[in-house]
């Protein structure tokens, strides 16, 4: 269930954070994310449920307990979708939005060629 409370977004940036940075805490991955620390707590708990992401205990520098967090083969394959999904929707903003400049550019041309007259 939570799972389905998890957006792409939030899962494709968690994949990314927990695949680049695998000792991350909660409490940093809330701060990249800007989010608060249960809801870091939260997505988390949602991905090591779906079976995305596997954590294990280990001793940080300060020689407390924390979580080491890892992509399972089912995570690598949901990145993997989510990347594509991801890139495809980013190109149809990035056509969209060229669009739209060329629309503003034309009317600010014809807006300059008013004022010479």
């Known amino acids: 269930m939570a799972w389905l409370m998890l957006t792409d ?11 680049a940075h695998p000792e991350i805490s909660q409490r940093e991955l809330a701060r990249e994310l800007g989010i608060s620390l249960g809801k870091a707590n939260y997505c988390l708990k949602a991905l090591i449920e779906k079976g995305a992401v596997k954590a294990a205990n280990f001793r940080n520098s300060k ?5 080491l967090y890892k992509l399972t083969p089912k ?4 990145k993997t979708q989510l990347t594509f999904r991801f890139l495809m929707r980013k190109r149809e903003e990035y056509e969209s939005l060229k669009d739209e400049i060329e629309q503003l550019q034309h009317e ?3 807006v300059r060629q008013q004022k010479k007259r």
Do not use: C, P, S, T
């Not at 899962?11 to 990314?16: A, D, E, L, N, P």
């Not at 995570?75 to 949901?78: A, L, P, T």
């Open 108 to 110: 600010a041309d014809l």
């Open 63 to 67: 020689n407390k307990k924390a979580y």
């Open 9 to 19: 977004e939030y899962r494709y940036k968690i994949f990314k954070l927990v695949e």
């Open 75 to 78: 995570g690598i394959e949901d």
